[in-house]
């Protein structure tokens, strides 16, 4: 059998980062009493992924990204950690918004904020994969919104199918 | 040992000469459904080029052509499958339909409150669905037969669950994730005993082993054309004349009725009765051909090929480290379905790798997800073999694992 030629787009999917997030993937020791734990399931695919969250003067204080999936869903998830740590609820938002568009839009040009993210660029090419990228923004986003819906004075669980 | 000559047999399937990211093909996703040989090509295109027509009701030349050869592909079915004749054999569009003609015109008439269906964790969502469908409506209970650890139904779980008030056994000759194959015909013989009728789902049996329907015994069989050669759209549905007979119409309109009145109207003899609406004509008559190919390679023949493959895919998959390998290793229990996992590497990560070698696996819960929760994964890989493929393909699969597990391993993983 001749030897596969390395590809250009398939070294995008799987960027070192990616793999290295997949390896090792941060913040992923669990919050005790975490106000908001967000869950999100792949019925496709089986991926998981689970968010806690605190809250701190309408910041993400504290952030737990848990799951068991492919190597695109997990480091998504463990990218979403890094930079949504701190932020706003609302920065946190457009956050998910500009890295969904990267994720689907093959023509897009990831803008510079979203540093190693950009990494998750590639993922668009791959139409069988997109879900696997954006189920944890995508729960995120629920966890975000229903948190909004509820109060934010007590804990909620949501559960949200890609 | 195989005596197919497998050149030539590759060289019926022109869809083998392509190659994948620059890779020739290797099609191991033969359980989702298999290629075509170019006879299979041929009379589809011969229908539409020569006698494409309504069946059952035309006076022309094209419609008794057209009949003659969709007729004429029921014998077949019915002789493949050892059925006593043709007039028990029903198209459908799928396994699925075919099951769920049962559940809606003999489930709805003879099911109650406290029946019991009998199933197992091993089925396809196509053998559970549509009987959870029918509990929903009728009050009848599901019950489910595990599975041991080797990926076989647990022996005692299946007498002390086929009890009095089973009315229905609906059970997978062959598991399409663990490649099991079961022991329908003694599964037969205790659902008779208890009054029970058997439904079996021959959607991976069918096309890879014989099958012969009065020996074992089955009150209904379902399978589908596409996964056995054949075009995609057509499925059949094997029943016992009395029991088509006795069952009400599934879907009601033209073809499968004999006088129709603004009130009301009467049905069509059995088979048709089933068979509402212009059914599939070219792809039938299609499969007629594929059914022709596997009686001309012989059933016993393509059973030994797949089990051949399977042995050997199953040594060289135990040699790759972290791999766990599901399901029977004797080759009388299980046939061409191979599903595993490799510790660290998700099977989309897996079957993403493949594809870049021009592997084709399929990745995911193979729609047995009941089953992916009794094996405690998400999902498994799975590699399935038919006529077509040859001992050398194997190669590429490994390489394939191989370089899978040098991008996904870690040498050592530090988690903050």
Redesign the interface.
């Known amino acids: 059998m001749p030897q596969p030629q390395p590809e250009p787009e398939f070294d995008e999917l799987y960027r070192e980062i990616i793999l290295d997030h997949y390896r090792s993937p941060r913040h992923h020791q669990p919050l005790a009493n975490a106000q908001v734990v967000a869950e999100g399931y792949n019925p496709l695919c089986g991926d998981e992924v689970e968010l806690q969250l605190n809250f701190e003067n309408g910041a993400i204080s504290d952030v737990s990204v848990q799951g068991r999936g492919c190597s695109i869903s997990q480091a998504s998830g463990s990218l979403l950690g890094d930079i949504v740590l701190g932020k706003p609820t609302d920065e946190a938002r457009r956050l998910i918004g500009l890295v969904t568009n990267m994720l689907t839009d093959a023509e897009a040009e990831p803008p510079e904020e979203l540093g190693d993210l950009e990494a998750l660029q590639g993922v668009a090419k791959f139409p069988a994969r997109v879900k696997c990228a954006t189920l944890a923004w995508h729960t995120l986003e629920d966890g975000l919104k229903q948190r909004e819906a509820a109060g934010a004075d007590r804990p909620i669980v949501t559960r949200h199918d890609e | 040992m195989t005596t197919f000559d497998i050149d030539r047999i590759r060289a019926d399937f022109p869809i083998l000469k392509r190659e994948v990211?620059?890779?020739?093909l290797v099609y191991f996703d033969n359980a989702a459904t298999t290629q075509k040989p170019r006879q299979v090509i041929d009379a589809l295109v011969h229908y539409y080029e020569h006698y494409n027509a309504n069946i059952h009701r035309g006076i022309h030349a094209l419609a008794e052509e057209a009949t003659a050869r969709y007729e004429e592909t029921r014998q077949k079915v019915a002789d493949f499958i050892g059925a006593p004749g043709p007039e028990c054999i029903v198209f459908t569009r799928n396994t699925t339909e075919s099951i769920n003609l049962v559940a809606n015109a003999w489930g709805r008439k003879n099911l109650g409150e406290g029946d019991e269906i009998i199933l197992s964790t091993m089925e396809h969502h196509s053998n559970l669905v549509p009987w959870q469908m029918l509990a929903q409506a009728t009050g009848a209970k599901l019950r489910h037969i595990d599975i041991d650890d080797e990926g076989r139904l647990a022996g005692d779980s299946v007498e002390q669950l086929i009890g009095e008030r089973a009315k229905l056994v609906a059970i997978t000759h062959m598991s399409n994730v663990l490649g099991t194959v079961n022991p329908v015909r003694q599964i037969a013989d205790l659902a008779h005993a208890q009054g029970a009728l058997l439904l079996v789902d021959g959607a991976q049996s069918v096309p890879h082993l014989p099958v012969n329907v009065q020996e074992l015994d089955c009150d209904f069989l379902a399978f589908s054309a596409h996964k056995m050669l054949g075009p995609t759209g057509v499925g059949v549905l094997y029943a016992r004349h009395e029991l088509l007979e006795s069952m009400d119409p599934f879907l009601g309109g033209g073809e499968m009725i004999r006088r129709v009145g603004l009130e009301e109207s009467t049905w069509n003899d059995v088979p048709w009765k089933f068979e509402a609406g212009t059914p599939n004509i070219g792809d039938v008559c299609a499969f007629g051909a594929a059914l022709d190919y596997l009686q001309e390679l012989g059933m016993e023949q393509v059973r030994a090929h797949e089990v051949s493959l399977a042995q050997q895919a199953m040594r060289r998959l135990s040699e790759v480290p972290g791999i766990t390998i599901y399901g029977p290793k004797s080759d009388e229990a299980r046939g061409g379905v191979v599903s595993f996992n490799l510790e660290d590497i998700?099977?989309?990560?897996l079957g993403?790798v493949l594809d870049?070698?021009?592997v084709a696996i399929r990745?995911?819960?193979h729609c047995a997800?009941p089953l992916?929760a009794r094996l405690d994964v998400?999902?498994t890989a799975r590699a399935s073999f038919y006529v077509y493929n040859k001992e050398e393909e194997l190669?590429?699969l490994i390489?394939g694992i191989q370089?899978a597990v040098r991008?996904?391993r870690?040498p050592a993983?530090?988690?903050?």
Not at chain 2, 21 to 24: D, F, K, T, V
Not at chain 2, 346 to 349: A, E, L, N, S, V
Not at chain 2, 413 to 416: E, G, K, V, Y
Request: aromatic share 4%.
């Open positions: 990211h620059g890779q020739p998700h099977p989309h990560d993403t870049r070698h021009g990745a995911g819960h997800q992916m998400v999902a190669d590429a390489e370089a991008l996904f870690a993983p530090t988690r903050t």
